[in-house]
């Protein structure tokens, strides 16, 4: 037996209220439920209630008693209308591992065409020549500009945010924003690293030794973070029009 859209809709604000919050990991929880529910509905005459409660249970949640509010927080509704979503949360703990493993190696292939690409080392060259330029100024101005020249391009993520052009709630790109996140906290934590163990603070010939050689890591993270999100803002707009 065929859902129809109503029952399709209500079954995606079932799982958001069940707590399942990223989009695409709910678009992909949803075909799983839909498809439960017509057999049960098809082959063990159930209703679409029984059947949604049987698909629910069956994936390791347990249905939710007394009251919550509803999802504009205007309503009390019965809790047991919805689960409470551990099951869910099991499976999306799992999808994170998947995607975090694709996302790495996915990164490291990124990493790679970089490094064989000429308009990378003409990037590298003119970071270079920024900061040999402004030392002769002051070094805290080479490092400033090192740093801008890294990291203008958050600049971009941020508007594209705003402007809603990149979509909200994907574990996908919020995944690859962790693995980017990950490399910029290493360069950050550099200088209170030596200086534990060195006690002494990092020289500047060093640390923008150690931002250029970060340079080619973190291009690479944010050019692979652009990808996943041009491809999951196409994926998105897709399944919603």
Known sequence: MKLTQEEIRYIDEYLQQSGVQFWDVRLEILDHVATGVEEKMTHESMSFEEAL??????FGNEIRQGYILNKNNAKWIPAGTFSDGEGFKKLQREKQKQIG?????AYFRQLGNLLVSLKFYIELTLLILLMIVFSEYSEKWALGVGFIYLFYPFLIIIYKFIKGVIPKKSLHINMSM????????????????????YDEKVSFQLFA????LMFPLIKAG???YDKVCEEYKEYYDLVTN
């Not at 409660?53 to 069956?58: C, L, M, P, R, V």
């Not at 030794?209 to 250029?212: A, K, N, P, T, V």
């Open 222 to 224: 944010f050019m692979r």
């Open 101 to 105: 493993k694709k996302h790495t190696k």
């Open 53 to 58: 409660e049987a698909i629910t249970i069956s």
């Open 209 to 212: 030794g150690f931002l250029i």
């Open 178 to 197: 962790m693995g980017l996140i990950g490399w910029i906290h290493l360069l950050s934590f550099f200088p209170n690293v030596y200086e534990m163990i």
